[in-house]
C-alpha cells in the first residue's frame, strides 16, 4: 500500500507563492505518473499538473506559467512550485500516484491551499 503525504500549503496573498510537496512510500516510486489535482468549494476535482514517470510534464491551461511540478525519484517526492497565485487557485491540493505497473491509483489526504487578502 502506497502512501502518500502533501504538505506546504497554506494561506498567501494574491500574487504570492508556495511550494507543495508529496513524498511517497515505497521502492516503485519512479514507475508512478505523479499528479496534482485539486478541488474548489462547489466544484468538481480537476487535474492540475502531471509529470510522467518518464518526466514528461502537461499543465492545466489555467496555471500555465505560474504552476511548475517536479519529481525527485532519489527522494521520492513530487512539488508543485505555484507562483502568482490568484484567489481562483484557492482549494484542496491532492496528490495522487498512478502505477504504471499494477495500474493501481492512490490518493493523500490533501493539503489547503487559501489565496486571499
Known amino acids: 500500500q502506497v502512501q502518500l503525504v502533501e504538505s506546504g500549503g497554506g494561506l498567501v496573498q494574491p500574487g504570492g507563492s508556495l511550494r507543495l510537496s508529496c513524498a511517497a512510500s515505497?521502492?516503485?516510486?519512479?514507475?508512478?505518473?505523479m499528479h496534482w489535482y485539486r478541488q474548489a468549494p462547489g466544484k468538481q476535482r480537476e487535474l492540475v499538473a502531471r509529470?510522467?514517470?518518464?518526466?514528461?510534464?502537461n499543465y492545466h491551461d489555467s496555471v500555465k506559467g505560474r504552476f511548475t511540478i517536479f519529481r525527485d525519484n532519489d527522494k521520492n517526492t513530487v512539488d508543485l512550485q505555484m507562483n502568482s497565485l490568484n484567489p481562483e487557485d484557492t482549494a484542496v491540493y491532492y496528490c495522487?500516484?498512478?502505477?504504471?505497473?499494477?495500474?493501481?491509483?492512490?490518493w493523500g489526504q490533501g493539503t489547503q491551499v487559501t489565496v486571499s487578502s
Open positions: 509529470i510522467t514517470a518518464a518526466g514528461f510534464t
Open positions: 495522487n500516484a498512478l502505477n504504471t505497473v499494477s495500474g493501481y491509483t492512490h
Open positions: 515505497g521502492s516503485m516510486f519512479k514507475f508512478y505518473h
